[in-house]
């Protein structure tokens, strides 16, 4: 067995590199080299669907804000994300819903609704939702999954900010933690910190509204459960490079601990 000064010396160029760039930009440095093929194999799908999906269904009409809500075999919880962006103060959207090739249930009969299907399952959230992005035009575009659901002033609160005079490019509000039998938890609400964001992954796209740009595209790498950081980190994070973000300080996303799906553990923030 190694002395323990052997192992913290063979350990010492990672710590250092941790307390420099942070964890999370390191794996996903890693992520993106182990990663690439996937991506290149995912683009090419991605690319492939929506060809025949613009050529199958009609444009989804214009909107300010489109909402892209991926989905997989959660027909009930779909149809209470629907609703929930539907219901939304903002009238001025259209709801896109991508099926991850398990095909629709019925949905509500709603002219700003527009809902496809891929030709087969990708896995992939970012691909499923890199076409949602890809089908729509509208100034500004919200993230919603399948199983999470917005308060009626979500998109109101975040385009409030939005569109202020000298106003950001993106916004993340707060987001509350719902158990499986309706119980609130704790609320999410970290202030932007690219710094802190290198360490922690305190960013979902539930909550994040911005304007559309050549940069709003999800990473498209095969994520496995095992593979961290997740997407939503990596949209954000690469994202805010170039353009600014601010945090809504109000949860305007109930967010379920599904014990099906990933979720970020957070500490107790409130």
Known sequence: MSAPWTRRAARAPWTLLKARFGWLVLFEARNKILLAPTALRLRRT?????????????APPPALVATVIA????PEALRAAVRS????????????????????PELPADPRLVAVSLVRNTGVAGVVRNV?????????????????????????????????????????????RVRPDGTEGDVLSVPWDRHRAARE???????????????????????????????DWELIRRYARRHRVRHVP?????????????????????
């Open 46 to 58: 991605e690319n492939a669907e929506l060809r025949r999906l613009a050529a199958a269904t009609p």
């Open 71 to 74: 989905t997989h075999r959660r």
């Open 85 to 104: 962006a539907l219901e939304q103060t903002v009238r001025d959207q259209v709801v896109v819903v991508v099926d991850d090739g398990a095909g629709l």
């Open 132 to 176: 949602g992005i890809r089908l729509t035009r509208s100034r500004y575009v919200a993230f919603l999954d399948d199983d999470n659901r917005w308060e009626p002033d979500h998109l109101e609160r975040a385009l409030a900010v939005l569109d202020a005079p000298g106003g950001p490019d993106g916004v993340y509000t707060a987001l509350r």
């Open 201 to 231: 992954a305190f960013l979902d796209t539930n909550a994040f509204v911005a304007r559309r740009t050549r940069a709003l595209r999800f990473s498209r790498l095969r994520r496995t459960p095992e593979v961290l950081p997740r997407e």
């Open 250 to 270: 109000h949860p305007t996303v109930r967010y379920l601990m599904n014990p099906a799906s990933f979720y970020t553990r957070w500490p107790r923030s409130r």
